[in-house]
């Protein structure tokens, strides 16, 4: 399961809003039993990595970090970041929608559910 998107008009709302998120997260996949892993031991990790980039992104991410006051290693960082924190948002968006589905479904009356037709699924070939 990933975390939502969120916003807000503050970056501390969206810094609790992000929070939010985490504890509905860890609230959800405990309920049902799903495996929460932990978080890597900081100890494995030294926080350095050697990346090597085609010349042209180098000068692009080079010329961006100028143009932003900080150092290139500063700004690659925070896209890293910006990336990752995205790529969960979207991932716990898409299972919040799932799961949205799933109670929908769940609470419509019975007679509703059984007079519409099932999702049409993938399609066989016919010979």
């Known amino acids: 399961m990933a975390l939502p998107l969120v916003q807000g008009e503050t970056l501390a709302e969206v810094y609790d809003r992000i929070e939010d998120a985490r504890r509905l997260w860890l609230e959800t996949a405990y309920a049902h039993g799903d495996e929460i892993p932990l978080p890597p031991a900081d100890e494995s990790f030294s926080g350095r990595r050697l990346l090597r980039l085609p010349r042209a992104l180098h ?5 961006e970090a100028r143009r932003q006051d900080v150092s290139l290693n500063q ?3 925070a896209l890293l970041a910006e990336g990752s924190v995205r790529g969960d948002l979207v991932r716990l968006a898409e299972e919040v929608e799932r ?3 799933e109670l929908d479904l769940a609470h419509r009356p019975e007679e509703d ?13 016919s010979l």
């Open 59 to 63: 000068r692009r991410l080079a010329r």
């Open 99 to 101: 799961l949205r589905a």
């Open 75 to 77: 700004y690659i960082v």
């Open 113 to 125: 559910r059984l007079s519409r037709p099932p999702a049409p699924g993938p399609r066989r070939a």
